[in-house]
């Protein structure tokens, strides 16, 4: 399995708060992704990163922002969460060479009350 | 706008028949086709990733076609197996750009 970490893994949290949620990996992969899965929705893109401090707007952005200072960590902040931010999170990893195969992280289940 | 679309939804098989899984897509200017599979309550695993110049990628009992001209994919199963049963997942990125669109999925059962 690739190295890609997530955490917190679940988390509960009310709305208004802001919440950040951390992807790590070890692989030293240049693209790095997050996305949310709704049901209904499937899997869209919120962010993502193609180096350290280089990011881009996916799908979903609004509501979400994201920070990238090492390679290795990619963080998704809710600055102010809202009820329709409640989903699964899941971060991804990819290298350029190759195709940019996907790889994914376990996800972070996040209810917001 | 590039559009994914996974038909079926859900899918019942018995075990040791051959499937075939669709990924249709709206725009032929693609930069490469991914198929995962996702078990309940967990990631995306991946299993054959098509690069846009590539026809077709196997492993094991998987096969995955890539047909740009029609917009269509398909992943072929061979012998299926209890063990198969997870939801099917296709994903594109778009020529030029590395951010994938993923499809919603066709749910599969294989029945012992």
């Known amino acids: 399995d690739a190295g890609i970490t997530q955490s ?11 919440v950040t949620l951390r992807c790590h990996q070890t692989e030293n992969h240049r693209y790095m992704y997050w996305y949310r899965q709704d049901p209904g929705h499937g899997l869209r893109l919120i962010h993502y990163s193609y180096g350290v401090k280089d990011t881009d707007k996916g799908e979903v952005s609004d509501g979400y922002s994201v920070s990238r200072s090492k390679t290795e960590d990619f963080l998704l902040t809710l600055e102010s969460a809202t009820s329709s931010q409640t989903s699964v999170y899941f971060c991804a ?5 190759g195709g940019n195969e996907q790889f994914f992280g376990p996800g972070t289940r996040l209810t917001v009350l | 706008k590039q559009e994914v679309t996974q038909i079926p939804a859900a ?3 018995p075990e040791g028949e051959n499937l ?17 599979r996702q ?15 590539q026809r077709e990628q196997t492993s094991g009992r998987l096969n995955a076609s890539l047909d740009k001209s029609s917009g269509r994919s398909t992943l072929y199963i061979a012998a299926s197996q209890p063990g198969d ?4 997942l296709c994903a594109l990125a778009p020529s030029g750009t590395y951010k994938y669109i993923f499809g919603t999925g066709t749910r599969l059962k294989v029945l012992a």
């Open chain 2, 85 to 88: 049963s997870a939801t099917y």
């Open chain 1, 93 to 97: 990893i990819g290298a350029s060479e």
């Open chain 2, 39 to 53: 078990d309940p309550g967990k990631g995306l695993t991946s299993l054959l990733l098509i690069q846009s110049s």
């Open chain 1, 8 to 18: 917190p893994r679940h988390k509960v949290t009310e709305t208004g708060t802001p």
């Open chain 2, 20 to 36: 075939v899984l669709n990924c249709s897509f709206t725009d032929s200017a693609i930069y490469n086709l991914q198929w995962f």
């Open chain 2, 11 to 13: 899918l019942s098989v």
